[in-house]
């Protein structure tokens, strides 16, 4: 009797841990979410190479544009990018998940550039 109790409140705890691991509706998806941050990364790549072959950038803050095009493309808005990378930041595993991911994806387009 006691160990059919047991594996009841086993059963219940399992199942209610799943159902509420899951990522909430408003955080983009981790397939949606590289692609976003590779694309971001790619901006910021560019900014700091016109950044340091003109002196006369230094003063004028052209990233800010080029995040909100990023946005754009994607058909976001920056609360809904942030909502979710602050989401996982919160959550190490969905993190490193999201950056294992990232770094997957910028080896592919990296193989694919060179391949041209």
Not at 19 to 41: I, Q
Request: net charge positive; with cysteine.
């Amino acid at each position: 009797m006691i160990q059919r109790l047991i594996y009841s409140l086993l059963f219940a705890l399992v199942l209610l841990v799943s159902c509420n691991s899951g990522t909430p509706k408003n955080v983009l998806p981790v397939n949606t979410m590289k692609v976003v941050m590779f694309d971001m990364l790619k901006a910021d790549e560019w900014y700091a190479r016109k950044l340091a072959g003109d002196t006369l950038m230094l003063r004028i803050k052209d990233d800010i544009p080029l995040y909100e095009q990023v946005f754009a493309i994607h058909k976001l808005t920056k609360k809904e990018f942030f909502d979710s990378y602050h989401y996982y930041e919160a959550h190490p595993v969905a993190y490193k998940e999201l950056i294992d991911s990232l770094e997957t994806y910028a080896n592919k387009q990296k193989l694919k550039t060179l391949k041209k």
